[in-house]
């Protein structure tokens, strides 16, 4: 009978019964029976379950091979799967060949069978792939991409790449990390030994003509305004790569290094965002439910008892639709003694957020017309010159988790705004150009990948929902 390489995920199926199949991946577990064979527990991150692997003594080199079969140790195995008779497993692998392709030493292992803690795991981010939980991870993390591209890419949007590295500020924070070849060390020098002089602090200025662009250059916190341009030339598209934003915070739900998928959508005015975006949310989740029922029900069983349930309401239950005036009024209505004191004109917490989607309302809001002190200088101001067409979409057990607008489209009020926040319209030409040359009512929003990940799985951190995690005095790997 010929021999067919395979994954776990399809050798675990009751379909494979009776094939003869070569299989590869790490030992989760080890168990030697007094009656001459051994169970050795295979993964090799396709799918949640392990395949059980039977070894009698007739495989050739049994002895010495288990003796090297730990905890970690990669190995090739063929045999043919049968039904098993063992509780919770629908087939084994009647091995008759093994390979052993790396051994692990038990003693200096870091991941055994026991219950690891997260924190631990993050300082062995390398390896903690290998566990239930980031084995969970990875695939839900997968199969929420895949939904998000195949969301626009049904409904016809372009996939565009924009810069990474910038020179312009998309929120007008400054929150952002400098891309330089110049010498650091001896500017730093330099400024060191200047000493005062003509007034400015440190007597010393540095000279971004000499740098690599030619001028001060940094990493992107969002690849909307590149995206408009395209946007405002052939039709509907999305970016979907990291961003970075360098703030200083060590919270549970911040982290410096990010993902963001951020649409652009021409001849749109707020209120279609709100519904593409309400669209786009209950789509993606249903897909990942939909492909990793398993993996989620892990997440449901060991973090979070809500989960799916949480998933599912949000799917099936419209959104809210609130002005952010009205929410302030609720909040301050409601009776609750928060953290951060109500008022007109505060950027809401999470604490607000949560409080209308999971107490208010159980169900998503979508907050629409912030102040225009809060909020960035490419939204379009209202007809009231007090907000802008702003909407963040809230879910319940994370609070935000898209922010977007329609975009400013007026050259003057443009102009007006970005003097007004701070910035030189100069440096933002080629972005008014688009407000020269056939400007149009546009809109768009970004969702942050992590984000959307807490709300799938119930995870508390961040920094457990994305491969590496880049926060303040922290990058490793």
């Given amino acids: 009978m010929a021999t067919e390489r395979m994954k776990v995920k399809a050798a675990v199926t009751a379909d494979a019964i009776g094939k003869t199949v070569d299989v590869r991946g790490w030992v989760r577990t080890k168990r030697e029976s007094k009656q001459g064979f051994a169970f050795v527990e295979l993964n090799d991150g396709s799918c949640f379950q392990n395949l059980q692997l039977v070894i009698e003594q007739t495989v050739p080199g049994y002895a010495d091979l288990l003796k090297q079969l730990h905890t970690g140790a990669s190995l090739r195995a063929v045999g043919e799967l049968k039904a098993s008779p063992a509780k919770g497993q629908a087939v084994e692998l ?13 003693d200096s292992y870091p991941l055994q069978k026991k219950q690891h803690s997260f924190e631990f795991l993050r300082d062995i981010a390398h390896l903690r792939w290998r566990t239930n939980t980031f084995g969970a991870m990875a695939r839900v993390r997968n199969a929420l991409c895949d939904a ?34 110049l010498d650091l060390a001896r500017l730093a020098s330099l400024q060191a030994t200047a000493g005062p002089a003509g007034g400015k602090p440190g007597g010393f200025e540095v000279d971004f003509g000499q740098d ?33 934003r ?61 989960a799916i ?20 009024t609720l909040l301050e209505q409601s009776g609750q003694t928060f953290e951060f004191p109500v008022k007109w004109g505060i950027d809401l917490q ?31 101001v209202n007809d009231d010159g007090k907000t802008v067409r702003a909407m963040d979409v809230l879910v319940p057990g994370v609070g935000e988790i898209i922010g977007g607008s329609q975009r400013e489209e007026r050259l003057d009020v443009l102009q007006a705004r970005m003097v007004e926040c701070g910035l030189n319209p100069d440096d933002y030409w080629w972005y008014l150009d ?32 994305i491969p590496y995690p880049r926060t303040p005095k922290h990058a490793e790997f």
Avoid at 159 to 168: D, G
Avoid at 449 to 462: C, F, K, P, S, Y
Wanted: proline share 4%; net charge negative.
């Fill in 434 to 465: 688009l407000r020269r040359y056939g400007t149009v009512p546009h809109a768009g929003f970004g969702l942050g990948l992590e984000r959307a990940l807490l709300l799938l799985t119930g995870m508390a951190n961040i920094r457990d929902v």
């Fill in 246 to 306: 360098a703030e200083n915070s060590n919270t549970t739900r911040h982290l410096a290094e990010f993902w963001m998928v951020e649409p652009e959508m021409p001849f749109y005015d707020l209120d279609d965002n709100a519904k593409l975006a309400e669209t786009f949310i209950r789509t993606i989740l249903q897909n990942v439910l939909d492909r990793c029922p398993r993996d989620m029900e892990f997440f449901r069983e060991r973090i979070d008892a809500q």
């Fill in 94 to 106: 009647a091995v008759r060949e093994l390979e052993l392709y790396g051994s692990a030493d038990p």
């Fill in 309 to 328: 349930e949480r998933i599912r309401s949000i799917v099936e239950n419209d959104f809210v639709r609130l002005p952010y005036t009205e929410a302030i």
């Fill in 148 to 181: 998000i591209h195949r969301f626009f890419q049904d409904r016809g949007f372009l996939y565009v790449h924009t810069p990474i590295i910038t020179t312009s500020d998309c929120e007008g924070a400054g929150q952002m990390f400098q891309v330089t070849t």
């Fill in 350 to 380: 999470s604490e607000h957020e949560r409080y209308l989607t999971e107490k208010k309302f159980g169900r998503p809001v979508i907050l629409t017309d912030y102040p225009r002190e809060i909020k960035s200088f490419y939204m379009r």
């Fill in 212 to 244: 690599f662009f030619g001028k001060r250059a940094s990493l992107t916190v969002s690849g909307q305004l590149e995206g408009e341009t395209v946007a405002c030339s052939i039709g509907d598209c999305y970016t979907f790569g990291p961003t970075f």
